[in-house]
C-alpha cells in the first residue's frame, strides 16, 4: 500500500460532560489512509463514530495517540482536509447564493482562480448555473451537492463525510451516493465516510472499519472486492454485494449486541 496521507495511530478520545462526568468515547484506534483510498467507518449507535471523525479531520485533539497527515501531526484544521457535514442546511449560510457559498472554501484565492475553482466544483456536483441561486430555492439534494461542493473547490487531498446523506430520502440518497462515486472516480481525493446506513459503506468503499461499543476500537475491516465503476441498478443487486453487506452487518450486529450488554 502506498504511504498513508492520513494515519491514526493508537487515538483515543475522552469527552468531559457539564455535570463533571467523563466518558472514554474511544480507544487506542489505529487507521491508515492510501491516497485515493476510500474508508468507510461504520458502527452501533453511540460509538463515537463522529468524534472520531472530528479527531481525524483536526476539528478535535485526541486525548491520546496522534493523527499526521502527509507525515506530520495534525493538531488543527489544515489545508488539504474537506469536512461534508450532515446537517446541510446548517451548513450553508442562507443569506448568501450558492455560488458565494461554495466560493467561501476558496477565499484564500485570486479573485479569478476563485470563479473558474467555484464554477467547476459546481459543474462537478451537477448544480452548473445555480450559482445565484439561495439555499432555500433548492432542494435538500441540491444542498447537500452545494455543500459538496464547497468541500471540493478548495481541491482537498482528504474528503470527510460525516453521514452526508441522512437528512434525505431513500431516492435522493441513492442518486448522492452515485454523486461521490463518480466524483471519487473522476478525482485524485482519497475519502473517510462515517454513516449508519451499511449498504452505503459497502457500495461506495475500498475498506470498511466496524467500531466497537463504546469505548469503541476498530473490531473488524472488510475489504470491498466489488468492481468499479459502481452503479445503484448493478452493484447491490451483485451476489458478491449481498454477501459484503451480510458480513459488515453481521459485525455490526456484534457490537450492538455488546453495546446492550454494558448497559449503554
Same mark, same amino acid.
Given at each position: 500500500?502506498?504511504?498513508?496521507?492520513?494515519?491514526?495511530?493508537?487515538?483515543?478520545?475522552?469527552?468531559?460532560?457539564?455535570?463533571?462526568?467523563?466518558?472514554?468515547?474511544?480507544?487506542?484506534?489505529?487507521?491508515?489512509?492510501?491516497?485515493?483510498?476510500?474508508?468507510?467507518?461504520?458502527?452501533?449507535?453511540?460509538?463515537?463514530?463522529?468524534?472520531?471523525?472530528?479527531?481525524?479531520?483536526?476539528?478535535?485533539?485526541?486525548?491520546?495517540?496522534?493523527?499526521?497527515?502527509?507525515?506530520?501531526?495534525?493538531?488543527?484544521?489544515?489545508?488539504?482536509?474537506?469536512? !461534508?457535514?450532515? %446537517?446541510?442546511?446548517? *451548513?450553508?449560510? +442562507? =443569506?448568501?447564493?450558492? @455560488?458565494?457559498?461554495?466560493?467561501? #472554501? $476558496?477565499?484564500?484565492?485570486?479573485?479569478?482562480?476563485?470563479?473558474?475553482?467555484?464554477?467547476?466544483?459546481?459543474?462537478? !456536483?451537477?448544480? %452548473?448555473?445555480?450559482? *445565484?441561486?439561495? +439555499? =432555500?430555492?433548492?432542494? @435538500?439534494?441540491?444542498?447537500?451537492? #452545494? $455543500?459538496?461542493?464547497?468541500?471540493?473547490?478548495?481541491?482537498?487531498?482528504?474528503?470527510?463525510?460525516?453521514?452526508?446523506?441522512?437528512?434525505?430520502?431513500?431516492?435522493?440518497?441513492?442518486?448522492?451516493?452515485?454523486?461521490?462515486?463518480?466524483?471519487?472516480?473522476?478525482?485524485?481525493?482519497?475519502?473517510?465516510?462515517?454513516?449508519?446506513?451499511?449498504?452505503?459503506?459497502?457500495?461506495?468503499?475500498?475498506?470498511?472499519?466496524?467500531?466497537?461499543?463504546?469505548?469503541?476500537?476498530?473490531?473488524?475491516?472488510?475489504?470491498?472486492?466489488?468492481?468499479?465503476?459502481?452503479?445503484?441498478?448493478?452493484?447491490?443487486?451483485?451476489?458478491?454485494?449481498?454477501?459484503?453487506?451480510?458480513?459488515?452487518?453481521?459485525?455490526?450486529?456484534?457490537?450492538?449486541?455488546?453495546?446492550?450488554?454494558?448497559?449503554?
Amino acid at each position: 500500500m502506498p504511504e498513508a496521507v492520513l494515519q491514526m495511530s493508537h487515538v483515543g478520545v475522552t469527552l468531559s460532560g457539564q455535570d463533571g462526568s467523563v466518558v472514554e468515547v474511544s480507544r487506542d484506534v489505529s487507521l491508515a489512509l492510501a491516497p485515493r483510498e476510500f474508508v468507510s467507518i461504520v458502527g452501533p449507535s453511540g460509538a463515537g463514530k463522529t468524534t472520531l471523525l472530528r479527531a481525524a479531520s483536526g476539528l478535535r485533539r485526541p486525548t491520546t495517540g496522534e493523527v499526521s497527515f502527509d507525515g506530520e501531526p495534525l493538531t488543527d484544521v489544515r489545508a488539504g482536509i474537506s469536512v !461534508v457535514f450532515q %446537517e446541510y442546511n446548517k *451548513s450553508l449560510f +442562507p =443569506w448568501m447564493s450558492i @455560488g458565494k457559498n461554495v466560493a467561501m #472554501a $476558496a477565499r484564500h484565492l485570486p479573485a479569478a482562480e476563485r470563479a473558474s475553482r467555484v464554477a467547476d466544483a459546481l459543474r462537478l !456536483v451537477a448544480l %452548473e448555473g445555480m450559482g *445565484s441561486r439561495y +439555499p =432555500w430555492e433548492l432542494s @435538500g439534494g441540491m444542498q447537500q451537492r #452545494a $455543500a459538496l461542493a464547497r468541500a471540493l473547490v478548495s481541491g482537498p487531498r482528504v474528503l470527510m463525510l460525516d453521514e452526508p446523506f441522512a437528512s434525505v430520502d431513500a431516492l435522493t440518497r441513492g442518486l448522492l451516493e452515485d454523486v461521490v462515486a463518480d466524483l471519487w472516480e473522476r478525482s485524485s481525493f482519497a475519502a473517510l465516510l462515517v454513516t449508519h446506513d451499511v449498504g452505503e459503506a459497502v457500495y461506495l468503499s475500498d475498506r470498511v472499519l466496524v467500531l466497537s461499543a463504546r469505548p469503541s476500537r476498530i473490531m473488524a475491516e472488510v475489504t470491498i472486492d466489488l468492481p468499479r465503476p459502481r452503479r445503484q441498478t448493478h452493484t447491490r443487486r451483485l451476489q458478491r454485494f449481498v454477501e459484503l453487506e451480510a458480513e459488515v452487518l453481521e459485525f455490526v450486529y456484534k457490537a450492538g449486541r455488546g453495546s446492550a450488554g454494558q448497559g449503554s
